[in-house]
């Protein structure tokens, strides 16, 4: 069981908007603004897509978006692509001084 | 562009240690930190640990009787050493840069497939 709690699975169609959710604690999430989520291709290392709760690296499509309410932190996918088609993961820092990840949830792209 | 790439057996004995090594290119090793992350088959991430360049080191609670992260800023790269290893342990161990106060993992190895079987 993972410390972060998402959806195993989510879909839309080619075009539209899709929210991922990853649920907490007040001990990771609700505390700290220190959530990032990662996008992994299958048999590929998870790539960094947001930091910090709401923050793109450079390079990352403005497609991708993060906001965070009290436990619960989300990842938009706005104008879905056929390439967005992969498995999407969170992660917190915590008040014990260690990083958690949620089980990931597989995006399909219909 | 920094590059990581880890290397080691991709089979280890049960009762055994498990040694990997991450080899850091396009960047000193020095500045950043630099973590040890584990995915097992059709599960989550989890995190184990990072070091810094100094010698620093942390550990998650749930690894840190069995595990050691070393650093040899002279070759650029940093170490695993999991103790005593179970067939609980076989994963895809990807090393990645971040920890401490840089809270997220911006750059990752391809990952290393180490499977604990007799």
């Known amino acids: 069981q993972s410390a972060l709690t998402q959806p195993a699975s989510v879909s839309g169609s080619l075009g539209q908007s899709i929210t991922i959710s990853c649920t907490g604690t007040?001990?990771?999430?609700?505390?700290?603004?220190?959530v990032s989520w990662y996008q992994q291709h299958p048999g590929k290392a998870p790539k960094l897509i947001i930091y910090d709760v709401s923050n793109r690296p450079t390079g990352v499509s403005d497609r991708f978006s993060g906001s965070k309410s009290g436990n619960t932190a989300s990842l938009t996918i706005s104008g879905l692509q056929a390439e967005d088609e992969a498995d999407y993961c969170c992660?917190?820092?915590?008040?014990?001084?260690?990083?958690?990840f949620g089980g990931g949830t597989k995006l399909t792209v219909l | 562009q920094v590059q990581l790439q880890e290397s080691g057996p991709g089979l280890v004995k049960p009762s055994e240690t498990l040694p990997l090594t991450c080899t850091v290119s396009g960047g000193p090793i020095s500045t950043y930190y630099w973590s040890w992350i584990r995915q097992s088959p059709g599960k989550g991430l989890e995190w184990i640990g990072y070091i810094y360049y100094s010698g620093t080191s942390n550990y998650n609670p749930s690894l840190k009787s069995r595990v050691t992260i070393s650093v040899d800023t002279s070759k650029n790269q940093f170490s695993l050493s999991l103790r005593s290893v179970t067939a609980a342990d076989t994963a895809v161990y990807y090393c990645?840069?971040?920890?401490?106060?840089?809270?997220?993992?911006?750059?990752w190895g391809q990952g290393a497939l180490v499977t604990v079987s007799s």
């Open positions: 992660s917190s820092f915590t008040t014990t001084g260690i990083w958690v």
């Open positions: 007040s001990s990771d999430v609700g505390t700290y603004n220190y």
């Open positions: 990645a840069r971040g920890g401490s106060w840089y809270h997220h993992f911006d750059y």
